[in-house]
């Protein structure tokens, strides 16, 4: 199993532009969150899928978030237009037991907006 | 709202040594993560609790429900434990909530 898979690994971006991180969550696994990090907040969940379906959007924090769950296998997370503030690491989780059990991170994206 | 504390922030420790992490948090949960994020980032799940203890390796992790808190313990310290530990809560059926970690040096 490779785990969970997210690209591109690391990402600068100037202010402005689009940015899309992409994550593959481990087959059978039907959960799947999106986290940020920063060294002053720390992990924060932005948003979670259940089957597909966003569950809780609550922790996005603008409207220049968005995130998608196209199909099972398949995961987006766009920032539109990218902010230095949104300059972090984005962690991509998924599980296959519930919000009970723990969970396989990816290797995160390393993104930087200058 | 429940707010998850970690101390200390920053331990240095010299090979061989016990070392505790501890973790507090504010309102019941129904379950405590302990996470272990290495320099290079990545993130691994070491324990998740609900009471009593857990032990793998030299990682014990124990649970203090009427307390809200919890312990991370370490036994004879190696190097390669170097790195952030995460202590995360879950509420009810509501997702993780994380603290911001404590960062580890085991030095030889």
């Known amino acids: 199993d490779a785990g969970v898979i997210q690209s591109p690994r690391h990402e600068v971006t100037e202010m402005g532009q689009e940015v899309t991180l992409r994550c593959k969550p481990i087959?059978?696994?039907?959960?799947l969150f999106w986290y940020r990090q920063t060294m002053m907040r720390g992990l924060e969940l932005l948003i979670y899928f259940n089957n597909n379906v966003p569950i809780d959007d609550s922790g996005m924090p603008e409207d220049r978030f968005s995130a998608k769950m196209p199909n099972a296998s398949f995961s987006t997370l766009k920032i539109q237009p990218s902010e230095p503030r949104d300059s972090a690491v984005y962690f991509c989780?998924?599980?296959?037991?519930?919000?009970?059990?723990?969970?396989?991170f990816g290797s995160g994206t390393r993104l930087t907006v200058v | 709202k429940n707010e998850v504390e970690q101390s200390p922030q920053n331990l240095t420790a010299q090979e061989g040594e016990f070392i505790t992490i501890n973790c507090s948090y504010s309102?019941?949960?129904?379950?405590l993560h302990w996470l272990q994020q290495h320099p290079g980032g990545g993130i691994v799940s070491l324990f998740m609790?609900?009471?009593g203890k857990k032990k793998h390796g030299r990682l014990i992790a124990t649970i203090n429900i009427q307390e809200k808190h919890s312990s991370l313990h370490i036994t004879a310290s190696h190097p390669r434990d170097s790195a952030v530990y995460i202590c995360a809560v879950r509420v009810g059926n509501t997702p993780l909530v994380f603290g911001k970690g404590t960062r580890l040096s085991v030095i030889a």
């Open positions: 609790l609900s009471s």
């Open positions: 087959s059978g696994h039907d959960y």
């Open positions: 309102v019941g949960i129904s379950a």
């Open positions: 989780a998924s599980n296959a037991l519930g919000l009970n059990y723990g969970y396989t």
